[in-house]
């Protein structure tokens, strides 16, 4: 496919999930003629037909020969997770990073190995030496790198591999977060005061410590986007 077609074929992809995605479509409802979304979208059959064989691949559509194209599911139930994470906003990934990183906390504080330990006492100065050289990409590198090593020390692979997905739109969200308040000392602090509770075998401290640390980042969220009224 060629990379102008692939890319129409993206973006028609993505205006029939934000439709789907706000009701325009909804699960059981049957989308329009092929030509009237040719009309409606812009764009050619082929393309068209690519984006449809897609989202009926995925199980969003259902083609029903000599019927129409039915809505089958929400996008979300057939998107893969990196593409899902792609558009997330920033609330909803902090709300999702507090569900995994306090239970994280408690079982590394729980599960960790000598090895564990020297790891995260590397990956911790690394992180408090970026942050204070001023340096942005060494310290979001060194941010996520330390929270992987975390879920890492849990040894349960299934959560350190669903962490390390989510890590990449965690790093964005930080990027764009930081960019406008950069940490200060208290939260560099709490860094090191999570992994001095996760090598001393404390899963309290350690779950307590990471919820102090989100609810900073809550703050600055609400800081830097006010809720519109």
Not at 63 to 68: P, T
Request: proline content about 4%; charged content about 25%; overall charge negative.
């Amino acid at each position: 496919m060629a990379i102008q077609r692939r890319q129409l074929v993206e973006q028609v992809l993505d205006q029939l999930q934000q439709q789907i995605s706000a009701g325009t479509y909804p699960p059981g409802s049957r989308l329009p003629t092929e030509a009237q979304l040719m009309e409606e979208l812009g764009v050619g059959r082929s393309t068209v037909r690519e984006a449809v064989r897609v989202l009926a691949h995925s199980g969003v559509l259902d083609v029903r020969q000599g019927d129409g194209t039915y809505v089958r599911a929400h996008p979300s139930a057939g998107e893969p997770l990196a593409q899902r994470l792609a558009r997330a906003h920033a609330p909803d990934v902090h709300e999702v990073r507090r569900a995994l990183e306090v239970e994280i906390a408690r079982l590394a504080a729980l599960r960790r190995t000598e090895v564990d330990i020297a790891t995260l006492r590397r990956l911790g100065q690394q992180r408090r030496t970026a942050l204070a050289s001023n340096d942005g990409e060494a310290a979001l590198d060194a941010d996520i790198a330390l929270h992987c090593a975390l879920a890492d020390a849990t040894h349960n692979p299934v959560l350190a591999d669903l962490y390390r997905a989510f890590a990449t739109t965690l790093r964005g969200a930080l990027a764009a977060l930081w960019s406008e308040r950069w940490p200060d000392e208290t939260v560099a602090d709490q860094h090191d005061t999570l992994v001095d509770a996760v090598i001393a075998g404390n899963p309290h401290a350690a779950a307590a410590t990471v919820a102090h640390i989100l609810d900073r980042h809550q703050d600055l969220l609400e800081c830097v986007r006010p809720h519109k009224s």
